[in-house]
Protein backbone atom coordinates (compact mmCIF):
# COMPACT_ATOMS: atom_id res chain seq x y z
CA UNK A 1 0.00 0.00 0.00
CA UNK A 2 1.36 3.27 -1.34
CA UNK A 3 -1.50 5.73 -0.17
CA UNK A 4 -2.96 7.35 3.35
CA UNK A 5 -5.70 5.01 4.74
CA UNK A 6 -8.69 4.96 3.28
CA UNK A 7 -6.98 5.61 0.16
CA UNK A 8 -5.77 3.30 -2.91
CA UNK A 9 -8.62 0.28 -2.15
CA UNK A 10 -11.35 0.17 -4.39
CA UNK A 11 -13.81 2.63 -4.03
CA UNK A 12 -16.97 0.02 -2.02
CA UNK A 13 -13.94 -1.54 -0.07
CA UNK A 14 -13.00 2.19 0.82
CA UNK A 15 -16.72 3.36 1.06
CA UNK A 16 -17.47 0.37 4.03
CA UNK A 17 -13.71 1.04 5.58
CA UNK A 18 -15.05 4.99 5.96
CA UNK A 19 -18.36 3.58 7.67
CA UNK A 20 -16.46 0.67 9.67
CA UNK A 21 -13.98 3.32 11.06
CA UNK A 22 -16.65 6.19 11.87
CA UNK A 23 -18.97 3.91 13.23
CA UNK A 24 -16.63 2.12 15.37
CA UNK A 25 -15.36 5.47 16.82
CA UNK A 26 -18.74 6.16 17.84
CA UNK A 27 -18.83 2.89 20.11
CA UNK A 28 -15.93 3.70 21.91
CA UNK A 29 -16.82 6.91 22.81
CA UNK A 30 -19.78 5.23 24.87
CA UNK A 31 -17.91 1.86 25.52
CA UNK A 32 -15.26 3.57 27.21
CA UNK A 33 -17.54 5.32 29.26
CA UNK A 34 -18.60 2.40 30.21
CA UNK A 35 -15.61 0.13 30.61
CA UNK A 36 -13.52 2.80 32.53
CA UNK A 37 -16.84 4.52 34.64
CA UNK A 38 -17.29 0.48 35.42
CA UNK A 39 -13.55 0.22 36.85
CA UNK A 40 -13.89 4.00 38.78
CA UNK A 41 -16.61 2.54 40.67
CA UNK A 42 -15.72 -0.82 41.49
CA UNK A 43 -12.68 0.32 43.26
CA UNK A 44 -14.01 3.85 43.66
CA UNK A 45 -16.62 2.03 46.68
CA UNK A 46 -13.61 0.38 48.20
CA UNK A 47 -13.23 4.12 49.68
CA UNK A 48 -16.69 3.90 51.65
CA UNK A 49 -19.42 5.94 52.25
CA UNK A 50 -18.08 8.91 53.73
CA UNK A 51 -15.22 9.55 51.17
CA UNK A 52 -17.59 8.28 47.95
CA UNK A 53 -20.60 10.71 49.22
CA UNK A 54 -18.11 13.48 48.46
CA UNK A 55 -16.94 12.14 45.19
CA UNK A 56 -18.77 13.91 42.27
CA UNK A 57 -17.62 11.74 39.58
CA UNK A 58 -19.34 8.42 41.10
CA UNK A 59 -22.32 10.23 41.61
CA UNK A 60 -22.15 10.97 37.92
CA UNK A 61 -21.39 7.66 37.05
CA UNK A 62 -24.19 5.73 39.46
CA UNK A 63 -26.28 7.81 37.49
CA UNK A 64 -25.81 7.92 33.59
CA UNK A 65 -23.69 4.57 33.42
CA UNK A 66 -27.17 2.85 32.39
CA UNK A 67 -27.67 4.95 29.65
CA UNK A 68 -24.13 5.32 28.47
CA UNK A 69 -24.70 1.55 28.22
CA UNK A 70 -27.55 1.79 26.19
CA UNK A 71 -25.82 4.00 24.07
CA UNK A 72 -22.39 2.04 23.91
CA UNK A 73 -24.51 -1.01 22.57
CA UNK A 74 -26.68 0.59 20.45
CA UNK A 75 -23.48 2.70 19.11
CA UNK A 76 -22.20 -1.17 18.38
CA UNK A 77 -25.12 -2.24 16.26
CA UNK A 78 -23.80 -0.22 12.89
CA UNK A 79 -19.43 -1.37 13.18
CA UNK A 80 -21.11 -4.92 13.41
CA UNK A 81 -22.99 -4.54 9.95
CA UNK A 82 -19.95 -3.15 8.26
CA UNK A 83 -17.47 -5.70 10.37
CA UNK A 84 -19.46 -8.40 8.78
CA UNK A 85 -19.59 -6.62 4.69
CA UNK A 86 -15.23 -6.48 5.02
CA UNK A 87 -14.49 -9.37 6.77
CA UNK A 88 -17.47 -11.40 6.71
CA UNK A 89 -15.28 -14.94 6.12
CA UNK A 90 -12.73 -13.92 9.08
CA UNK A 91 -15.33 -12.23 11.65
CA UNK A 92 -17.48 -15.29 10.95
CA UNK A 93 -14.88 -17.93 11.44
CA UNK A 94 -14.02 -16.84 14.60
CA UNK A 95 -17.45 -16.44 16.03
CA UNK A 96 -18.08 -19.87 15.22
CA UNK A 97 -14.71 -21.01 16.70
CA UNK A 98 -15.24 -19.49 20.00
CA UNK A 99 -19.35 -20.70 19.77
CA UNK A 100 -20.52 -20.29 23.30
CA UNK A 101 -17.79 -18.88 24.66
CA UNK A 102 -18.09 -15.87 22.31
CA UNK A 103 -22.30 -16.52 22.85
CA UNK A 104 -21.69 -15.61 26.81
CA UNK A 105 -20.76 -11.81 25.98
CA UNK A 106 -25.00 -11.71 25.39
CA UNK A 107 -26.20 -12.95 29.28
CA UNK A 108 -23.20 -11.12 30.94
CA UNK A 109 -24.28 -8.16 29.24
CA UNK A 110 -27.60 -8.54 30.49
CA UNK A 111 -26.63 -9.15 33.88
CA UNK A 112 -24.37 -6.14 34.25
CA UNK A 113 -27.13 -3.97 32.53
CA UNK A 114 -29.50 -4.82 35.67
CA UNK A 115 -27.22 -4.39 38.03
CA UNK A 116 -26.32 -1.22 36.74
CA UNK A 117 -29.97 -0.21 37.70
CA UNK A 118 -29.46 -2.21 41.08
CA UNK A 119 -26.80 0.31 41.69
CA UNK A 120 -28.55 3.49 41.64
CA UNK A 121 -31.74 1.88 43.36
CA UNK A 122 -33.09 2.98 45.90
CA UNK A 123 -33.33 -0.28 47.38
CA UNK A 124 -29.24 -0.87 47.31
CA UNK A 125 -29.28 2.22 49.22
CA UNK A 126 -31.25 0.99 52.03
CA UNK A 127 -28.80 -1.75 52.53
CA UNK A 128 -25.44 -1.72 54.16
CA UNK A 129 -22.56 0.27 52.48
CA UNK A 130 -20.81 -3.21 52.07
CA UNK A 131 -23.20 -4.31 49.30
CA UNK A 132 -22.16 -1.66 46.60
CA UNK A 133 -19.15 -3.16 46.79
CA UNK A 134 -19.49 -6.51 45.27
CA UNK A 135 -21.95 -5.13 42.68
CA UNK A 136 -19.95 -2.46 41.50
CA UNK A 137 -17.10 -5.50 41.36
CA UNK A 138 -19.47 -7.82 39.32
CA UNK A 139 -20.50 -5.40 36.73
CA UNK A 140 -16.78 -4.25 36.09
CA UNK A 141 -15.24 -7.77 36.20
CA UNK A 142 -18.70 -8.95 33.46
CA UNK A 143 -17.70 -5.29 31.25
CA UNK A 144 -14.07 -6.38 31.68
CA UNK A 145 -15.30 -10.09 30.46
CA UNK A 146 -16.89 -8.91 27.20
CA UNK A 147 -13.97 -6.25 26.08
CA UNK A 148 -11.69 -9.22 26.37
CA UNK A 149 -14.08 -11.41 24.40
CA UNK A 150 -14.66 -8.89 21.61
CA UNK A 151 -10.26 -8.12 21.54
CA UNK A 152 -9.76 -12.40 21.71
CA UNK A 153 -12.25 -12.87 19.09
CA UNK A 154 -11.03 -10.03 16.90
CA UNK A 155 -7.46 -11.45 16.91
CA UNK A 156 -8.54 -14.82 16.33
CA UNK A 157 -10.22 -13.53 13.05
CA UNK A 158 -6.63 -12.64 11.88
CA UNK A 159 -5.00 -15.46 12.85
CA UNK A 160 -6.41 -18.09 10.02
CA UNK A 161 -2.76 -19.92 10.96
CA UNK A 162 -4.92 -20.90 14.49
CA UNK A 163 -8.27 -22.02 12.73
CA UNK A 164 -7.64 -25.68 12.30
CA UNK A 165 -6.10 -26.37 15.94
CA UNK A 166 -8.63 -24.61 17.59
CA UNK A 167 -11.51 -26.25 15.47
CA UNK A 168 -9.60 -29.70 16.20
CA UNK A 169 -9.31 -29.39 19.84
CA UNK A 170 -12.63 -28.54 20.65
CA UNK A 171 -11.43 -25.36 23.03
CA UNK A 172 -13.26 -22.35 22.99
CA UNK A 173 -10.39 -20.62 24.18
CA UNK A 174 -8.10 -18.07 22.12
CA UNK A 175 -4.65 -17.25 23.67
CA UNK A 176 -1.89 -15.19 21.61
CA UNK A 177 1.13 -12.91 22.96
CA UNK A 178 -1.24 -9.99 21.14
CA UNK A 179 -4.24 -10.39 23.72
CA UNK A 180 -3.19 -8.86 26.86
CA UNK A 181 -1.46 -6.08 26.00
CA UNK A 182 -3.83 -5.02 23.01
CA UNK A 183 -6.47 -5.25 25.63
CA UNK A 184 -4.48 -2.86 27.91
CA UNK A 185 -4.36 -0.15 24.99
CA UNK A 186 -8.25 -0.30 24.95
CA UNK A 187 -8.78 -0.56 28.50
CA UNK A 188 -6.26 2.13 29.57
CA UNK A 189 -7.38 4.44 26.54
CA UNK A 190 -10.79 4.43 28.03
CA UNK A 191 -9.76 6.05 30.95
CA UNK A 192 -8.34 8.84 28.78
CA UNK A 193 -12.23 9.35 27.21
CA UNK A 194 -13.75 8.69 30.93
CA UNK A 195 -11.79 11.93 32.14
CA UNK A 196 -13.08 13.85 29.09
CA UNK A 197 -16.34 12.82 29.15
CA UNK A 198 -16.78 13.50 32.84
CA UNK A 199 -15.28 16.81 32.46
CA UNK A 200 -18.13 17.66 30.20
CA UNK A 201 -20.29 16.34 32.68
CA UNK A 202 -19.35 17.95 35.26
CA UNK A 203 -19.55 21.52 33.81
CA UNK A 204 -22.89 20.67 32.22
CA UNK A 205 -24.05 19.81 35.76
CA UNK A 206 -22.80 22.97 37.32
CA UNK A 207 -19.65 21.25 39.23
CA UNK A 208 -16.85 23.79 39.78
CA UNK A 209 -13.72 22.78 37.54
CA UNK A 210 -12.69 26.45 36.44
CA UNK A 211 -11.80 27.27 40.26
CA UNK A 212 -12.57 23.97 42.72
CA UNK A 213 -13.74 24.92 46.22
CA UNK A 214 -11.11 24.49 48.79
CA UNK A 215 -11.47 21.38 50.77
CA UNK A 216 -13.96 19.12 49.12
CA UNK A 217 -11.13 16.57 48.03
CA UNK A 218 -10.75 12.35 48.12
CA UNK A 219 -7.97 11.03 49.34
CA UNK A 220 -6.44 14.90 49.42
CA UNK A 221 -6.76 14.83 45.70
CA UNK A 222 -9.46 18.05 44.44
CA UNK A 223 -12.08 16.63 41.61
CA UNK A 224 -10.33 18.12 38.71
CA UNK A 225 -7.08 16.17 40.12
CA UNK A 226 -8.68 12.84 40.35
CA UNK A 227 -9.55 13.39 37.01
CA UNK A 228 -6.00 14.45 35.65
CA UNK A 229 -4.82 11.20 37.78
CA UNK A 230 -7.46 9.01 35.91
CA UNK A 231 -6.55 10.50 32.12
CA UNK A 232 -2.86 10.55 33.05
CA UNK A 233 -2.44 7.02 34.11
CA UNK A 234 -4.70 5.89 31.11
CA UNK A 235 -2.57 7.78 28.83
CA UNK A 236 0.69 6.11 30.57
CA UNK A 237 -0.88 2.67 30.06
CA UNK A 238 -1.71 3.19 26.35
CA UNK A 239 2.14 4.22 25.79
CA UNK A 240 2.83 0.85 27.71
CA UNK A 241 0.80 -1.29 26.01
CA UNK A 242 1.03 0.26 22.84
CA UNK A 243 4.67 -0.47 23.22
CA UNK A 244 4.47 -4.26 24.48
CA UNK A 245 1.91 -4.59 21.69
CA UNK A 246 4.05 -3.31 18.86
CA UNK A 247 6.31 -5.61 20.03
CA UNK A 248 4.00 -8.79 18.83
CA UNK A 249 3.26 -7.70 15.98
CA UNK A 250 4.89 -9.33 12.72
CA UNK A 251 7.21 -7.30 10.22
CA UNK A 252 5.22 -6.71 7.79
CA UNK A 253 1.87 -5.28 9.65
CA UNK A 254 4.78 -2.84 11.47
CA UNK A 255 5.89 -1.54 8.08
CA UNK A 256 2.03 -1.04 7.37
CA UNK A 257 1.94 0.81 10.17
CA UNK A 258 4.62 2.95 10.18
CA UNK A 259 4.32 3.58 6.55
CA UNK A 260 2.55 5.30 4.16
CA UNK A 261 -0.77 3.33 4.80
CA UNK A 262 -0.57 3.83 8.79
CA UNK A 263 2.34 6.37 9.44
CA UNK A 264 0.46 9.41 9.29
CA UNK A 265 -1.95 7.92 11.54
CA UNK A 266 0.35 7.10 14.07
CA UNK A 267 2.18 10.53 14.49
CA UNK A 268 -1.64 11.63 14.59
CA UNK A 269 -2.51 9.43 17.47
CA UNK A 270 0.77 10.03 19.36
CA UNK A 271 0.34 13.64 18.70
CA UNK A 272 -3.72 13.69 20.30
CA UNK A 273 -1.95 11.31 23.79
CA UNK A 274 0.80 14.11 24.15
CA UNK A 275 -1.84 17.22 23.84
CA UNK A 276 -3.79 15.43 26.20
CA UNK A 277 -1.11 14.26 28.59
CA UNK A 278 -0.04 18.03 28.45
CA UNK A 279 -3.50 19.51 29.21
CA UNK A 280 -4.20 17.21 31.98
CA UNK A 281 -0.62 18.38 33.52
CA UNK A 282 -1.28 21.70 33.45
CA UNK A 283 -4.41 20.97 35.51
CA UNK A 284 -2.84 18.88 37.99
CA UNK A 285 -0.60 21.70 38.92
CA UNK A 286 -2.49 24.54 38.60
CA UNK A 287 -5.81 22.69 40.22
CA UNK A 288 -8.39 24.02 38.16
CA UNK A 289 -9.61 22.99 34.50
CA UNK A 290 -10.74 26.15 32.57
CA UNK A 291 -12.66 25.71 29.20
CA UNK A 292 -9.89 26.44 26.27
CA UNK A 293 -8.04 23.96 28.43
CA UNK A 294 -11.32 21.30 28.17
CA UNK A 295 -11.62 21.83 24.75
CA UNK A 296 -7.80 21.03 24.11
CA UNK A 297 -8.35 18.31 25.92
CA UNK A 298 -11.30 17.03 24.35
CA UNK A 299 -9.72 17.52 20.42
CA UNK A 300 -6.93 15.23 21.46
CA UNK A 301 -9.04 12.40 22.73
CA UNK A 302 -10.61 12.91 19.80
CA UNK A 303 -7.84 12.93 17.23
CA UNK A 304 -5.90 9.80 19.38
CA UNK A 305 -9.43 7.77 19.43
CA UNK A 306 -9.94 8.22 15.57
CA UNK A 307 -6.54 7.35 14.66
CA UNK A 308 -6.11 4.56 17.11
CA UNK A 309 -9.56 3.00 15.35
CA UNK A 310 -7.95 3.60 11.96
CA UNK A 311 -4.76 1.89 13.24
CA UNK A 312 -6.58 -1.18 14.39
CA UNK A 313 -8.22 -0.84 10.73
CA UNK A 314 -4.54 -1.29 9.20
CA UNK A 315 -3.43 -4.15 11.62
CA UNK A 316 -6.34 -5.82 9.85
CA UNK A 317 -5.69 -5.10 6.73
CA UNK A 318 -2.12 -5.76 6.33
CA UNK A 319 -2.93 -9.19 7.65
CA UNK A 320 -5.96 -10.52 5.53
CA UNK A 321 -6.00 -10.46 1.81
CA UNK A 322 -8.35 -7.11 1.27
CA UNK A 323 -7.94 -7.04 -2.16
CA UNK A 324 -9.18 -10.78 -2.65
CA UNK A 325 -12.55 -9.23 -0.59
CA UNK A 326 -13.24 -6.07 -3.29
CA UNK A 327 -15.83 -8.30 -5.16
CA UNK A 328 -17.90 -9.23 -2.25
CA UNK A 329 -17.49 -5.47 -1.42
CA UNK A 330 -18.45 -4.25 -5.02
CA UNK A 331 -21.30 -6.57 -4.49
CA UNK A 332 -22.83 -5.53 -1.35
CA UNK A 333 -22.98 -1.83 -2.64
CA UNK A 334 -25.14 -2.73 -5.28
CA UNK A 335 -27.82 -3.89 -2.71
CA UNK A 336 -29.92 -1.09 -1.90
CA UNK A 337 -33.13 -0.54 0.64
CA UNK A 338 -33.02 3.07 0.53
CA UNK A 339 -36.58 3.87 1.22
CA UNK A 340 -36.85 0.85 3.44
CA UNK A 341 -34.14 2.61 5.92
CA UNK A 342 -35.90 6.25 5.29
CA UNK A 343 -39.60 4.53 6.45
CA UNK A 344 -38.21 2.79 9.55
CA UNK A 345 -35.42 5.92 10.31
CA UNK A 346 -38.49 8.14 10.33
CA UNK A 347 -40.51 5.64 12.77
CA UNK A 348 -37.50 5.29 15.10
CA UNK A 349 -37.20 8.92 14.98
CA UNK A 350 -40.94 9.55 15.90
CA UNK A 351 -40.68 6.73 18.61
CA UNK A 352 -37.55 8.77 20.42
CA UNK A 353 -39.54 12.37 20.28
CA UNK A 354 -42.61 10.65 21.79
CA UNK A 355 -40.09 8.77 24.82
CA UNK A 356 -38.55 12.05 25.34
CA UNK A 357 -41.35 13.77 25.71
CA UNK A 358 -43.23 11.26 27.39
CA UNK A 359 -40.33 11.66 30.04
CA UNK A 360 -39.81 15.36 30.03
CA UNK A 361 -43.46 15.32 31.04
CA UNK A 362 -42.93 12.93 34.05
CA UNK A 363 -39.81 14.98 35.28
C1 LIG B 1 -20.87 -2.63 26.65
C2 LIG B 1 -20.01 -3.61 26.58
C3 LIG B 1 -18.97 -3.68 25.49
C4 LIG B 1 -17.63 -3.56 25.65
C5 LIG B 1 -16.90 -3.36 26.97
C6 LIG B 1 -17.04 -3.64 24.33
C7 LIG B 1 -15.68 -3.58 24.08
C8 LIG B 1 -15.10 -3.64 22.83
C9 LIG B 1 -13.68 -3.64 22.57
C10 LIG B 1 -12.59 -3.59 23.63
C11 LIG B 1 -13.50 -3.70 21.24
C12 LIG B 1 -12.16 -3.67 20.49
C13 LIG B 1 -11.59 -5.07 20.35
C14 LIG B 1 -10.19 -5.01 19.76
O1 LIG B 1 -9.95 -4.27 18.81
O2 LIG B 1 -9.30 -5.70 20.28
C15 LIG B 1 -14.80 -3.72 20.63
C16 LIG B 1 -15.03 -3.79 19.29
C17 LIG B 1 -16.26 -3.91 18.75
N1 LIG B 1 -17.46 -3.89 19.40
FE1 LIG B 1 -17.76 -3.66 21.39
N2 LIG B 1 -18.01 -3.79 23.40
C18 LIG B 1 -19.21 -3.83 24.07
C19 LIG B 1 -20.45 -4.04 23.51
C20 LIG B 1 -20.67 -4.20 22.17
C21 LIG B 1 -21.95 -4.52 21.58
C22 LIG B 1 -23.21 -4.83 22.37
C23 LIG B 1 -21.76 -4.54 20.23
C24 LIG B 1 -22.75 -4.84 19.14
C25 LIG B 1 -24.02 -4.51 19.20
C26 LIG B 1 -20.37 -4.23 19.98
C27 LIG B 1 -19.80 -4.13 18.73
C28 LIG B 1 -18.45 -4.06 18.48
C29 LIG B 1 -17.87 -4.17 17.17
C30 LIG B 1 -18.61 -4.39 15.86
C31 LIG B 1 -16.49 -4.10 17.33
C32 LIG B 1 -15.44 -4.20 16.22
C33 LIG B 1 -15.19 -5.66 15.92
C34 LIG B 1 -14.15 -5.87 14.85
O3 LIG B 1 -13.76 -4.92 14.18
O4 LIG B 1 -13.70 -7.01 14.68
N3 LIG B 1 -19.75 -4.04 21.18
N4 LIG B 1 -15.76 -3.68 21.63
Not at 100 to 109: C, D, S, T, Y
Not at 135 to 154: D, L, P, R, Y
Given at each position: MT??F????????C?????L??????H??F?HY?????????FG?????K???V?????I???????AT?????????P?L?VQIL?Q?????AN?????????I????????????V???AWI????W??R???????????????????E?H????D?A?????Y???S????SSG??PRL???FF???T??AVE???Q?????????Q??P??A????S?V??????????G?G???C??A?A????GE??????G??G???L?????GL??QL??WAWV?V???F??PLL?????G????????V??R?V????????K?L?V?H????TI?GL??????????A?????C??T?A?A?
Amino acid sequence: MTEVFPLGFPPATCFYLVLLVATLVLHMVFMHYVLAGAAYLAFGRFMGPKRCAVCGWQAILIDWLPFATGLAITAGVAPLLFVQILYQREFYTANLLLSHRWMAILPVLIVCFYLLYVQKSAWITRRAWFWRIPVAGVVFAGFAFIAFSWTENHLLSLDAAAWPELYGSGSFRYTSSGLLPRLGIWFFAAFTTLAVELAWQGRLLGMKLVQPPPGVAVMGLSAVRRLSLTATSGGLGVLACGTAYAWTLPGETTRALTGPLGGAWLVAAVAGLAVQLAAWAWVAVQNRFPLPLLITATAGCLVSLTSGVVLREVVRVSTVDIKALAVAHAEAATIGGLPVFLLFAAVNAAAIVWCIRTAARAV
